[in-house]
């Protein structure tokens, strides 16, 4: 698996298009899109995506408990729609789990501590992100 390299730094998005992504980081950075697409916005796969950043628009996610419950389930979503959808057979790059822990949400930004873990169990990296 390979595909463009995408930046989350900040707060933002960059596309780098003359870098690649390989391997397990590009499993990685799938994970991460997808924690961050709205659900049903994907016109190919329409379970795509997770219900995160909507019910923070909808004013929904009120404090850390809530926070940290959204958090845990567009893990499970991600998780859910990688394993319908990744087609390698590599278990070295394919996602087996995502951990994360709600670091702080205030002003409307959620931190989260994220940590992936591939299917064969040897590698795990981690992020911060910012939604």
Do not use: C, W
């Amino acid at each position: 698996m390979e595909g463009i390299k995408v930046n989350f730094l900040n707060g933002e998005i960059y596309i780098e298009p003359g870098e690649k992504v390989t391997g397990f980081d590009a499993t990685i950075q799938n994970a991460l899109v997808n924690i961050g697409t709205r659900r049903g916005t994907d016109r190919t796969y329409s379970e795509k995506g997770t219900n995160i950043l909507k019910r923070a628009v909808e004013g929904k996610i009120v404090g850390l408990n809530v926070a940290n419950h959204e958090t845990q389930l567009a893990a499970i979503d991600t998780l859910f729609f990688s394993r319908e959808y990744e087609t390698s057979t590599d278990l070295s790059i394919r996602l087996g789990n995502v951990y994360m822990d709600t670091l702080s949400y205030d002003n409307g930004r959620l931190k989260i501590n994220s940590a992936f873990t591939n299917f064969s169990e040897t590698i795990t990296r981690g992020t911060v992100t910012i939604l």
